[in-house]
């Protein structure tokens, strides 16, 4: 098999294509050809040395993958070599043979794509535990999405349509005509416009309900001044690391000393809630996420959810896809094909 390998940390380039063995499936896992690998912020921060979850580098990263089922494993029933599947893999999905417990491999179905399936797991199950499970999502809510134009972005987007919040998203100005097309509301300048008064502006200066921030650290402060009374600020990321593309102690260092504090008094007094998702922290909660994603596959199959393929890279340039996400040109999600 073919595998994508981050040999140090450090700038995209030190990602390298390796031969290995074929892996032989264990008990309860399958094994995977792999048509198309999901590319997320998180495998950028790994690359960097700034992802503590990561295997220890040299490692090969990757969280999820489509392709078609070529083993079985022990005691495997519920697939059959030949089936289209998309899994989620921590980690490992950067390569062409993937061996994944049959608990984390789902059905692909007949009309969606590899590429569609691997871009849809990490940033449609994300959006999900953001809005539908931690944000408690209703009809009607006013909803600020950062980086709405990103894979995390345009899933918010779509569940929010679903439950009919009314959305407002930051991207760069040759975004917006876009996002307009994929029923956003509101678009905000994400480079020189003032956000907190746009937003107050749409508001009415009443403020929002939920606020996805991806960027962190001094973000939260913007993000939390928006919120209405019982307003719920959902952090997800730091990609304000990312343009780094390499890791920089005074970057960290600015990164902390900027970063806002929060007492649970002062939550209690605003009526406001910060919540934390790290999809990756819920690896122990498998039937749980499984919930989540047959419920998004329920609504890919009403029409009611369209993932975006922005570029599909060969894992010979997965350098120059890292780089293209720390440029920041991507309107959806980036793939990898073998």
């Known amino acids: 098999m073919r595998q994508i390998w981050i040999t140090r940390a450090g700038p995209p380039d030190v990602l390298q294509v390796r031969e290995a063995p074929d892996p032989i499936p264990r008990a309860g896992e399958v094994r995977i050809r792999v048509e198309a690998s999901g590319i997320n912020f998180a495998d950028l921060l790994a690359r960097m040395g700034l992802y503590p979850d990561a295997p220890r580098i040299p490692c090969v990263v990757g969280y999820e993958v489509a392709g078609k089922v070529d083993a079985l494993g022990e005691g495997v029933t519920e697939f059959q ?75 918010a987007l779509d569940i929010c349509r679903i439950y009919g919040a009314e959305t407002v998203g930051t991207a760069s100005a040759a975004k917006h005509e876009f996002l307009y097309t994929r029923g956003l509301d509101h678009a905000i300048n994400s480079r020189g416009a003032n956000v907190v008064k746009e937003v107050r502006k749409i508001s009415k ?10 960027q962190g650290g001094p973000s939260w402060r913007q993000s939390y001044s928006l919120l209405a009374p019982t307003g719920r600020l959902l952090t997800y990321g730091v990609s304000s690391l990312a343009p780094e593309q390499r890791r920089s102690i005074p970057s960290l260092l600015r990164l902390l000393l900027t970063m806002p504090r929060f007492t649970p008094v002062r939550l209690m007094n605003d009526n406001r809630g910060i919540l934390g998702v790290n999809v990756g922290h819920l690896w122990h909660k498998p039937h749980l996420v499984r919930s989540w994603v047959e419920q998004l596959l329920t609504w890919y199959g009403e029409g009611k959810i369209a993932p975006q393929i922005d570029r599909v890279f060969p894992f010979a340039q997965a350098s120059a896809a890292h780089q293209y996400l720390h440029d920041r040109k991507a309107i959806g999600k980036v793939l990898l094909e073998p």
């Open 81 to 155: 070599v030949g089936q289209d599947v998309l899994a989620l893999t921590r980690f490992g999905g950067y390569a062409d043979v993937v061996c994944v417990p049959t608990i984390n491999v789902f059905l692909r179905p007949s009309q969606m794509s590899a590429q569609v399936g691997a871009g849809m797991l990490v940033n449609y199950v994300t959006a999900y535990q953001l809005l539908v499970v931690m944000g408690s999502l209703h009809q009607g809510e006013r909803v600020v999405i950062q980086s709405a134009a990103g894979g995390v972005g345009l899933a």
């Open 205 to 214: 200066g009443e403020g929002v309900e939920l606020v996805l921030d991806a």
